[in-house]
């Protein structure tokens, strides 16, 4: 039997014993079945945009969770002083942090890029830390949570009750996915990205330009952590330090699915 033969086995036998699993654990336990599937969503759709930031512009982003931290007070604050609704809120935030990134690239990232991974942690990590601090300063360290009646929707089957708001956590995780799917393999600006991502010295050789590129992405990837942080914020508490875990949580479902797998990271979660 070939390796490839093998392989394909082995990845059957996985599939087939973690179905055998999930019916297990949803027969009996489904409430643990439903919770873990909306929070398993929920780390994948903010490890989506960090993914995209590693396999195409190759740095390590440690202030990953404080854009998405920054996101959600963005989307507090529209509700404090205008009414928005956080989930409406999504919309000036994707707007309000494309800007955002496109600034961070141009005076922080642009410079440590293709220079030792050590130094792109330190800056990231300092960055992490200015961002942490200015949200200390403007919101204070108070945890904060908006009281929506929407969130606490829930829905009956037999003598089993779950949470149906979570739900939309599944729904982002899959927009994203099939969205950057989409933007990678069917535009051109995609198809670049990917070029660069492989061999940035072959993609300016016929003509892409890197720099661009680079900026396209990283941009891209903070509007849509800081419109993440928007919905985040509906159902969670958020104080300046709620974003640090999940950049170590995006960082292992990346490191488990392997730099450039978006489905990966789905799978992994």
């Given at each position: 039997?070939?390796?490839?033969?093998?392989?394909?086995?082995?990845?059957?036998?996985?599939?087939?014993?973690?179905?055998?699993?999930?019916v297990v654990l949803g027969s009996w336990k489904p409430h643990v079945l439903v919770e873990g599937f909306q929070r398993a969503c929920l780390y994948a759709v903010i490890a989506l945009p960090m993914a995209l930031i590693l396999g195409i512009?190759?740095?390590?982003?440690?202030?990953?969770?404080?854009?998405?931290?920054?996101?959600?007070?963005?989307?507090?604050?529209?509700?404090?002083?205008?009414?928005?609704?956080?989930?409406?809120?999504?919309?000036?935030?994707?707007?309000?942090?494309?800007?955002?990134?496109?600034?961070?690239?141009?005076?922080?990232?642009?410079?440590?890029?293709?220079?030792?991974?050590?130094?792109?942690?330190?800056?990231?990590?300092?960055?992490?830390?200015?961002?942490?601090?200015?949200?200390?300063?403007?919101?204070?360290?108070?945890?904060?949570?908006?009281?929506?009646?929407?969130?606490?929707?829930?829905?009956t089957i037999g003598s089993f009750t779950f949470g149906t708001y979570e739900f939309i956590y599944v729904g982002a995780a899959m927009v994203v996915l099939v969205g950057l799917q989409l933007f990678l393999k069917r535009t051109s600006m995609?198809?670049?990205?990917?070029?660069?991502?492989?061999?940035?010295?072959?993609?300016?050789?016929?003509?892409?330009?890197?720099?661009?590129?680079?900026?396209?992405?990283?941009?891209?990837?903070?509007?849509?952590?800081?419109?993440?942080?928007?919905?985040?914020?509906?159902?969670?508490?958020?104080?300046?330090?709620?974003?640090?875990?999940?950049?170590?949580?995006?960082?292992?479902?990346?490191?488990?699915?392997?730099?450039?797998?978006?489905?990966?990271?789905?799978?992994?979660?």
């Open positions: 039997m070939s390796l490839v033969s093998k392989l394909k086995q082995s990845n059957y036998q996985i599939a087939i014993i973690s179905v055998i699993l999930i512009v190759g740095i390590i982003n440690l202030a990953h969770g404080e854009y998405m931290m920054l996101g959600a007070y963005f989307a507090y604050s529209l509700n404090v002083y205008i009414g928005m609704d956080p989930l409406v809120a999504i919309v000036p935030a994707l707007i309000a942090f494309f800007l955002i990134g496109m600034a961070s690239y141009r005076a922080i990232i642009k410079y440590v890029l293709g220079t030792p991974e050590l130094n792109q942690l330190l800056l990231t990590f300092g960055l992490a830390m200015v961002l942490e601090q200015m949200a200390n300063l403007i919101w204070t360290s108070r945890p904060i949570k908006l009281p929506l009646q929407y969130v606490s929707a829930s829905a995609g198809q670049a990205a990917l070029a660069v991502g492989q061999n940035p010295r072959g993609a300016k050789l016929v003509g892409i330009h890197v720099d661009r590129t680079y900026l396209l992405v990283f941009s891209l990837s903070i509007a849509l952590i800081g419109a993440l942080g928007a919905i985040f914020m509906t159902r969670h508490s958020i104080f300046p330090l709620v974003g640090a875990p999940f950049t170590m949580k995006s960082f292992c479902l990346i490191a488990m699915a392997g730099i450039g797998n978006l489905r990966g990271i789905l799978w992994c979660s």
